[in-house]
């Protein structure tokens, strides 16, 4: 129950072998290549900037633990990073316009760039969300043979993940058993990409050039396309904005060391709870027990998040939950794993930690996981069509005199 279905069980239609096979020849042929994608979020923050309607005030960094609210994304880019991000997408090598998000396809021709006419790039929806599917087939092969460093939030986890043999198995079809492989914390945890560009490059090349490596594959948000395209083009490596891959092979619920629930979740493995939040003590050690606690409400709601191989899930959306056998299987073997040595492990005295647990206990009453939450819900069942006939009947009129 712990892991996601094989690489081998996902059919992939002839235009996405075909896509594959050129990012991965790219790759190979290449010292100096830079590959990004435009999500929704950058597209979004392309067209607000260009026509002069963005407000950075309407994306706060959000810093609460919610598992019911969607915050807002686009709080790494700000207006000042427009020229960069949309030069960057000009001049990269190879760039997923995302087009299987109707969106992008909507949106994409009110953008006004200059893209290099050499430039490879997806089409059609068919040849969109490459990356995914380079993770799940070439990624082990490519780690193998390459020397690479990872940079993202989720990185100081994934390099506390991978000393854990247990993990290890369950994500062997990811990393090879020998790899030249390092991971580097962002300045900040990528709290202020935009105010800290400047270190990031910096420290970026440092690293690069110390630790011989010839690949860089950076999550830091709409940062990291600038970022990639002057890394690879200045020190000849290839650079791959990533995105949320590491949140995919960490099977994290949240991003770095935030402690809100992500919009999205890439899925490609379930990672047991136990294991999860030993690394993230071990990766995030900083944290106070309370924002520990949060993460860990986050991942359980993961665990009852509709999934699909190699897709990505709307955490917010209104049908985001799939209540069947498997998905409550693992959320009752990582819920008592909560109950009975996590909770009791960060202090059930302490206030936050208290108040996280309130918070899991009223979504789960929310989601009709407890009985309490069941009895709610047969009530509002039960009282709702009455409210119903109530609110359209009006009061019987007596005849005027």
């Excluded at 706060?60 to 700000?78: D, F, H, I, Q």
């Excluded at 030249?180 to 420290?203: K, Q, T, Y």
Aim: aromatic share 10%; glycine share 6%; net charge neutral.
């Amino acid at each position: 129950m712990d892991k996601g279905a094989e690489p081998s069980s996902i059919e992939l239609t002839s235009v996405m072998a075909d896509q594959l096979a050129r990012l991965s020849e790219l790759l190979e042929t290449r010292r100096a290549f830079s590959f990004l994608r435009m999500g929704d979020g950058e597209l979004r923050f392309l067209l607000e900037s260009q026509s002069s309607t963005r407000n950075d005030d309407d994306y706060p960094y959000e810093t609460r633990s919610n598992l019911t609210a969607s915050v807002k994304g686009g709080c790494w880019m700000r207006s000042s990073d427009y020229e960069k991000i949309l030069r960057a997408y000009e001049e990269a090598d190879y760039v997923d316009l995302h087009l299987h998000l109707a969106y992008n396809r909507e949106q994409l021709p009110k953008l006004i760039w200059n893209r290099r006419t050499d430039g490879q790039e997806s089409t059609g929806p068919e040849d969109s969300r490459v990356l995914p599917f380079w993770a799940l087939f070439r990624l082990k092969d490519y780690l193998s043979r390459n020397r690479c460093l990872f940079c993202a939030g989720e990185a100081p986890l994934q390099q506390a993940l991978l000393e854990n043999t247990r993990y290890r198995a369950l994500a062997s079809h990811f990393w090879p058993q020998e790899m030249h492989v390092d991971f580097m914390r962002l300045p900040h945890d990528g709290r202020h990409l935009s105010c800290d560009f400047e270190m990031i490059e910096e420290a970026l090349r440092v690293r690069l050039l110390d630790g011989g490596f010839d690949t860089l594959l950076l999550g830091a948000s709409g940062l990291a396309k600038p970022l990639c395209v002057q890394l690879a083009r200045d020190l000849s490596v290839r650079a791959l904005d990533i995105g949320s891959l590491l949140r995919a092979t960490t099977y994290s619920a949240t991003s770095g060391v935030a402690t809100w629930r992500a919009n999205h979740n890439l899925f490609f493995l379930r990672v047991p709870l136990e294991i999860y939040m030993e690394a993230t003590m071990k990766a995030y050690p900083e944290l106070s027990p309370g924002e520990f606690l949060a993460k860990a409400n986050a991942q359980l709601c993961l665990d009852l998040l509709g999934k699909r191989y190699g897709f990505s899930s709307r955490t917010f959306h209104a049908q985001a939950y799939e209540l069947n056998a498997e998905n409550l299987q693992v959320f009752q073997i990582n819920f008592s794993y909560y109950r009975e040595r996590l909770v009791p492990s960060l202090g059930k005295n302490d206030p936050a930690v208290r108040y996280q647990v309130r918070q899991l206990e009223r979504w789960m009453d929310h989601q009709r996981l407890t009985w309490k939450g069941r009895l709610q819900g047969h009530l509002r069942a039960i009282v709702a069509p009455v409210r119903k006939v109530l609110a359209g009947s009006s009061p019987s009129q007596s005849p005027s005199s």
